[in-house]
């Protein structure tokens, strides 16, 4: 299998990262700047407009025939896979003459839509400016970012779809006592989740990624539940012959800004597309379906009782206050917590 390879990655990310975008409330405004700073082989274009009037870019790179659509922040307050696409496009600006941004280039045609959600970006919220929940609005289409979504996808009529979202703190691998830092899902496409040959292409894809991943943060990368949602974006395009990556960035120890988790998304990110770049085949999947669940078995924090019986366990609730983003402790659960595990615990 094509790897990357992780001791050069490890060495020069703190070069490749975009530090310009930092933390966690992202916004429009803080990527414009960066759109005037692309290398000139990236063509930035204002592709559409929000539902208040805000830009929706779509970048373009590559000249080869597989096509890959990419987006991000149809969630606003999901901004870990922006700065993943803004690292990745970073790299490609430095090191446009590597072999393996050659083999991109030249095999791909590669369009992102870094932010489709810029209202919801604002106020850090998961919905848009009229309540709609992107994520849920593939087959009502009622949102003008959903149109544009969908116009998109059928004027670049992609082989692979890479879907960017943030999933909670929650989440840990099943059979490990660590946090889900990256998960991924090859997105069913009806009610039964029968494997099939567009989720088996899409699952051979994650197979690479995951065995990236394991070379850097072992046991820390999950498999989201593969249940079906009918009016869900991932799944809709999947069924629609669109293969589709769901990468869902998670927690890690310490890192509620996501600056780690941003730099393993970015390395999963730019092994998916180098891996579709060469290969050839691919119909072998059954590797997939070894990467553990996801469960839900963390809070942020627990306070241990002595006896376990009057166990505390509090989660972080994200808000914006006065421009900043701020985590407020709230409690959630109380009684024996010995099957959950604290991010942080307290005797």
Same mark, same amino acid.
């Given at each position: ?57 779509? &970048? ?97 009529? =992609? ?93 890690? =120890? ?15 990110? &730019? ?77």
């Amino acid at each position: 299998m094509n790897l990357l390879n992780t001791s050069f990655l490890e060495k020069n990310y703190s070069t490749i990262k975009e530090t310009r975008i930092i933390g966690r409330h992202i916004t429009i405004e803080d990527i414009k700047p960066l759109y005037s700073d692309l290398d000139n082989i990236i063509n930035s274009t204002i592709i559409g407009y929000s539902e208040k009037n805000k830009e929706i870019y779509q &970048l373009k790179t590559g000249t080869g025939n597989i096509k890959i659509l990419i987006w991000s922040q149809m969630h606003g307050n999901e901004s870990t896979g922006t700065k993943a696409i803004f690292d990745f496009l970073k790299f490609i600006k430095l090191y446009k003459n590597a072999d393996i941004v050659k083999s991109i280039l030249l095999n791909c045609e590669i369009t992102i839509v870094p932010m489709l959600n810029p209202d919801g970006a604002e106020v850090y919220t998961r919905f848009n400016a009229n309540n709609i929940d992107l994520n849920r609005d593939a087959t009502a289409l009622q949102a003008k970012e959903s149109k544009l979504l969908r116009e998109i996808l059928e004027t670049v009529n =992609p082989k692979f779809c890479f879907n960017l979202h943030d999933q909670r703190t929650i989440f840990g691998v099943e059979g490990t006592k660590n946090p889900a830092t990256i998960s991924f899902l090859a997105p069913s496409e009806e009610e039964s989740r029968k494997i099939t040959k567009g989720r088996k292409q899409t699952m051979n894809v994650i197979i690479s990624m995951n065995n990236l991943l394991q070379k850097v943060i072992p046991n820390h990368i999950g498999r989201y539940t593969d249940e079906f949602y009918p009016t869900a974006t991932g799944d809709n395009f999947q069924r629609l012959g669109y293969n589709t990556v769901l990468i869902e960035a998670g927690h890690y =120890p310490n890192d509620y800004d996501r600056e780690n988790v941003r730099k393993y998304n970015f390395y999963a990110l &730019l092994q998916g597309i180098y891996y579709i770049s060469v290969t050839k085949d691919f119909t072998n999947y059954l590797e997939y379906l070894s990467i553990p669940s996801n469960i839900k078995n963390f809070y942020d924090v627990i306070y241990r009782s002595k006896n376990n019986q009057k166990d505390v366990a509090y989660q972080y609730e994200e808000t914006i206050e006065n421009g900043k983003f701020v985590l407020n402790l709230i409690k959630q659960k109380e009684g024996d917590l010995t099957s959950y595990i604290g991010h942080k615990e307290i005797n």
